[in-house]
């Protein structure tokens, strides 16, 4: 699947706007950080060579407003958290370790030099890298880059993903419902993943079980960079989505995995567009957007480590395992002093949503016969 993706092309943003971006070429600092050595602690900037001693104070240095001559030897000057330390001093000694009286110091220990100094570039220097292509931007990135002074970065451009639900038999939350009729959580659900994978989403309401109605709404959603699709991608005569796919000149990947939820999952192509069929069950829709689709969304944005990112922990209790796929059970982790202990929640069932609300993660259960014991090593992928 992953080869079949084609990178975004690249973008200028403001680091404002670059949360949750990949970066498409390095981020190099554009000054020395610090940019001039600066002190680490509000007291007094003095020569190492004369501690211990006494030392007249000829000036106090506040942040953003260096000395206006260089320290002379036998002098102190005051000095401000972050403010710039003058030219001839090497160190500084915190307010809180001298004896200050008629603007002399007394020092009774030697100080180091360096002491309490932050040199100059001791961050990160001009022109060094910051962050490298590939990264997704969090907050901690935002800030490095604004303290290096890079007011703009390059980032993949957001993907256009649509989202298209099937079933005649959905609602709204909010209207009533008839009979056999149940609510859409499908829609909302993808919305939000595709969301916080990087993409501008385009949902529309759900699509009644006709070949007219599909034909539409897919023909619509294929203008978009990835399209992602529920329910209607089995073997029903009222599974229509493979079918129109085809027609509407998608090529097929794949379709089935095993992996349960999830089994009829179909993966296609069209040029550059990505196509994900997804089973009309919630939980399947959940857990195939996160072992399939999330990672192709972060690939299409350049990033170098699309996932899933399994972590490992031990299993909490014996789960049965499946003898023809692979099974993602929802799960709560606890931090336990061995490690991550996954607790499976009850209820494994494809259409359990509800149940899904509590779960912080999926355990993998790699098919096979017999049990999983409690205690067991077993990977997880948080959710
Ligand atoms: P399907 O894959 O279309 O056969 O749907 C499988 C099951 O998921 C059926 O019970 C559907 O009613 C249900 N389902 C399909 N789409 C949704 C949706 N958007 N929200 C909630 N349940 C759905
Ligand atoms: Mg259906």
């Known amino acids: 699947m992953l080869e079949r993706v084609q990178p975004l092309p690249a973008e200028s943003v403001d680091i404002e706007a670059a949360?949750?971006?990949?970066?498409?070429?390095?981020a190099t600092s554009s000054v020395d950080l610090p940019p001039f050595d600066s002190s680490a602690m509000d007291g007094f900037a003095l020569r190492s060579a004369d501690t211990?001693?006494?030392?007249?104070?000829?000036?106090?240095?506040?942040?953003?407003?260096?000395?206006?001559?260089?320290l002379e030897p036998g002098e102190a000057m005051g000095i401000a958290t972050g403010a710039a330390v003058p030219e001839g001093a090497d160190a500084v000694i915190p307010f809180e370790y001298v004896v200050e009286h008629d603007n002399?110091?007394?020092?009774?220990e030697p100080v180091q030099a360096g002491a309490n100094v932050r040199p100059s570039g001791g961050d990160v220097g001009a022109g060094e890298t910051i962050a490298r292509s590939g990264a997704r931007l969090g907050a901690r990135h935002l800030a490095a880059f604004a303290a290096a002074g890079i007011p703009q970065v390059q980032v993949a451009q957001r993907p256009r993903a649509a989202v298209v639900v099937t079933g005649s038999e959905l609602r709204q939350p909010g209207e009533p419902l008839g009979p056999g009729q149940i609510y859409e959580a499908n829609g909302v659900l993808l919305e939000a993943q595709l969301t916080s994978a990087g993409a501008e989403v385009d949902r529309t309401s759900a699509v009644v079980d006709e070949e007219a109605a599909h034909r539409e709404a897919l023909g619509r959603g294929l203008q978009a960079d990835v399209l992602v699709t529920s329910g209607g991608v089995s073997v029903g005569p009222h599974d229509l989505v493979r079918g129109v796919l085809a027609e509407l000149g998608v090529e097929e990947v794949f379709w089935g995995v095993s992996v349960k939820p999830g089994k009829?999952?179909?993966f296609g192509v069209a040029g550059n567009r990505?196509?994900?069929?997804?089973?009309?069950?919630?939980?399947?829709?959940?857990?195939?957007?996160?072992?399939?689709?999330?990672?192709?969304l972060l690939a299409l944005q350049g990033s170098d480590d699309p996932g899933p990112?399994?972590?490992?922990?031990?299993?909490?209790?014996?789960?049965?395992?499946?003898?023809?796929?692979?099974?993602?059970?929802?799960?709560r982790v606890q931090s336990k002093r061995e490690g991550p202990?996954?607790?499976?929640?009850?209820?494994?069932?494809?259409?359990?949503?509800?149940?899904?609300?509590?779960?912080?993660a999926l355990v993998l259960i790699p098919r096979g016969t017999g049990d999983l014991s409690a205690g067991q090593a077993v990977e997880f992928l948080r959710i």
Do not use: C, W, Y
């Not at 949360?19 to 390095?26: A, K, P, S, T, Y």
């Not at 990112?309 to 799960?331: Q, T």
């Open 274 to 296: 990505l196509v994900f069929g997804l089973p009309g069950n919630p939980v399947s829709v959940l857990v195939g957007f996160e072992l399939f689709a999330r990672p192709a």
């Open 341 to 360: 202990v996954v607790e499976p929640l009850a209820g494994r069932e494809s259409h359990m949503i509800a149940r899904a609300a509590s779960a912080d």
């Open 52 to 70: 211990p001693g006494q030392l007249p104070v000829v000036h106090r240095i506040p942040a953003g407003a260096p000395a206006p001559r260089s």
């Open 264 to 266: 009829p999952i179909s």
């Open 309 to 331: 990112r399994f972590e490992r922990g031990l299993l909490g209790a014996r789960l049965s395992r499946n003898p023809a796929r692979d099974e993602l059970v929802r799960a």
């Open 104 to 108: 002399t110091l007394e020092i009774d």
């Open 19 to 26: 949360l949750g971006r990949v970066l498409v070429e390095d």
